[in-house]
T-cell receptor, first 116, second 114 residues
Framework: GAGVSQSPSNKVTEKGKDVELRCDPISGHTALYWYRQSLGQGLEFLIYFQGNSAPDKSGLPSDRFSAERTGGSVSTLTIQRTQQEDSAVYLC??????????????FGPGTRLTVL | GESVGLHLPTLSVQEGDNSIINCAYSNSASDYFIWYKQESGKGPQFIIDIRSNMDKRQGQRVTVLLNKTVKHLSLQIAATQPGDSAVYFCAEAYSGAGSYQLTFGKGTKLSVIP
């Protein structure tokens, strides 16, 4: 019964570099979410994958952000040309769907991204 | 697999009436609470939040009430509109010990009758 895992746990990068964050959801969960939390801020929704449907990308803050979910399982969040304001903890969650909506979301430990 | 046979609790209200959605949280140490709205096929949308040092907070047409004694949170929507139809769920967060733990509750489906 492994939970949601994320890698790396910490990432320090230089401004302008690209980064990739990985999320392994709980097996069988059809819904996957990416959030981020900046220092002192609440949880900010980024993107939502629901089964084979087109993802809801409405929360992505700019076109430098993109995410993929391959084979309905592992997801990667890519940030291109990182900026200092991208520094945050990036959280991934997965869930079953209940009536087409999210059931209880299970969160990974997060990736702390620091852009110098 | 999926939770076949189980359904979200549903609240049906007439357009124009006020809606009250309730949530019981589990951790008495939680110090931050958030209400999210999720429309079909979309991700969660932040509505309003409240910290544990408050018992009421108002936004635009929404009010969140926190009762720490009984670990209860409610979301009140004034003059409910068809666009309010969605699933609403609360989240509790505990930021102690240098870690951040967020727990989402099960949602409530709000159906607005025109």
């Amino acid at each position: 019964g492994a939970g949601v895992s994320q890698s790396p746990s910490n990432k320090v990068t230089e401004k302008g570099k690209d980064v990739e964050l990985r999320c392994d959801p709980i097996s069988g969960h059809t819904a996957l979410y990416w959030y981020r939390q900046s220092l002192g801020q609440g949880l900010e929704f980024l993107i939502y994958f629901q089964g084979n449907s087109a993802p809801d990308k409405s929360g992505l803050p700019s076109d430098r952000f993109s995410a993929e979910r391959t084979g309905g399982s592992v997801s990667t969040l890519t940030i291109q040309r990182t900026q200092q304001e991208d520094s945050a903890v990036y959280l991934c969650a997965s869930s079953f769907l209940l009536d087409g909506y999210t059931d209880t979301q299970y969160f990974g430990p997060g990736t702390r991204l620091t852009v110098l | 697999g999926e939770s076949v046979g189980l359904h979200l609790p549903t609240l049906s209200v007439q357009e124009g009436d006020n809606s009250i959605i309730n949530c019981a949280y589990s951790n008495s140490a939680s110090d931050y609470f958030i209400w999210y709205k999720q429309e079909s096929g979309k991700g969660p949308q932040f509505i309003i939040d409240i910290r544990s040092n408050m018992d009421k907070r108002q936004g635009q047409r929404v009010t969140v009430l926190l009762n720490k004694t009984v670990k209860h949170l409610s979301l009140q929507i004034a003059a409910t509109q068809p666009g309010d139809s969605a699933v609403y769920f609360c989240a509790e967060a505990y930021s102690g010990a240098g870690s951040y733990q967020l727990t989402f509750g099960k949602g409530t489906k709000l159906s607005v009758i025109p």
